[in-house]
């Protein structure tokens, strides 16, 4: 209204014709500004509708493990084992693995310490040996799909070596004809597949778009391209994320710590159909 009124007493000013043409330009000028600024919040709007059809209106940022947890056997090297059928071993079953070993070796301290503050929990499976003995494997476990750690999707050969997380597939073992004569062999089954954990991952929403330019056509696509900038907001760090075990063994989330927002980096492709999301990357 300020900026309508300095321009109402300007007009006053000047003579009449002088007025009208200067009117009609102001009109032009603040006609033009409100298109543009119409076109941004359309361009804003159907960007918002293209990340929430990718599902990335809300994201993760996650730091990928500098170790390997995974499943560590190698105490029993060179033993045949079997594992008895039990939630997360069973041929029927998906477990979330953090790390799984046998029970009576130390676990890797970030195991440990995750276990201690309920993050991860521990399970006790009998374990039975070819040889002769029994022993017992420690299984950590995640929630199912727990948002707070991303996964590697394994899955074992079956009837093979995969997976040390294997259970007989008949209640004895089977003699096989070699060279040497008859030798026992195990026939395994293992979970039809297992998520391994492979980092740890915080929330992020988006707070905004930003730096919404068009470019000239791509000529290899044949379509106009649009680029943009989302702007990510975290959900906080959780207190285990920020403790010393952590820290020295998988690192800090520096940049969210120090409150800055995190910047993912757009392009689209604009077509008869909208907007095609072609490429989201974090900005470094």
């Known amino acids: 209204m300020g900026m309508l009124r300095s321009l109402a007493r300007t ?6 014709l002088a007025q009208i043409g200067g009117g009609v330009a102001a009109l032009v000028v603040v006609g033009a500004g409100v298109s543009s600024l119409a076109e941004r919040s359309g361009d804003e709007v159907a960007i918002r509708a293209v990340l929430a059809a990718h599902q990335a ?14 499943l560590n056997f190698e105490s029993w090297a060179g033993r045949q084992f079997w594992m008895a059928s039990t939630p ?3 041929p029927d079953r998906h477990p979330f693995i953090f790390y799984a070993g046998p029970a009576d070796d130390t676990a890797p301290e970030i195991v440990a310490d995750l276990a201690h503050r309920g993050v991860l ?3 006790l499976v009998p374990v039975s ?19 707070d750690f991303s996964y590697e999707l394994v899955q074992p050969n079956f009837m093979q070596r995969g997976s040390p997380l294997g259970t007989l597939a008949w209640p004895n073992s089977v003699s096989v004809a070699q060279g040497n004569g008859p030798q026992p062999a195990l026939y395994l089954l293992h979970p039809y597949l297992i998520s391994q954990v492979s980092g740890v ?6 707070s905004g778009i930003t730096e919404i330019k068009s470019h000239d056509r791509d000529y290899w696509a044949g379509r106009d391209v649009m680029t943009a900038t989302a702007v990510y907001r975290s959900d906080g760090l959780k207190d285990w994320m920020q ?10 989330f520096q940049n969210l710590e120090n409150g800055k ?12 159909k909208g907007l095609e999301l072609v490429g989201n990357q974090e900005e470094q």
């Open 57 to 70: 209106i809300d994201t993760r940022s996650c730091l990928t493990f500098r170790f390997a947890p995974g």
């Open 243 to 252: 403790s010393p075990v952590f820290r020295r063994t998988i690192g800090s």
């Open 88 to 90: 997360w071993t069973a």
């Open 121 to 123: 929990e521990r399970h």
């Open 261 to 272: 927002d995190i910047r993912h980096r757009l392009v689209f492709h604009r077509g008869s």
């Open 201 to 206: 991952c915080v929330g992020l929403h988006l």
């Open 11 to 16: 007009f006053s000013r000047l003579p009449r």
């Open 129 to 147: 040996f070819l040889s002769g003995g029994v022993a017992s494997a420690a299984i950590y476990t995640t929630r199912a799909n727990d948002p």
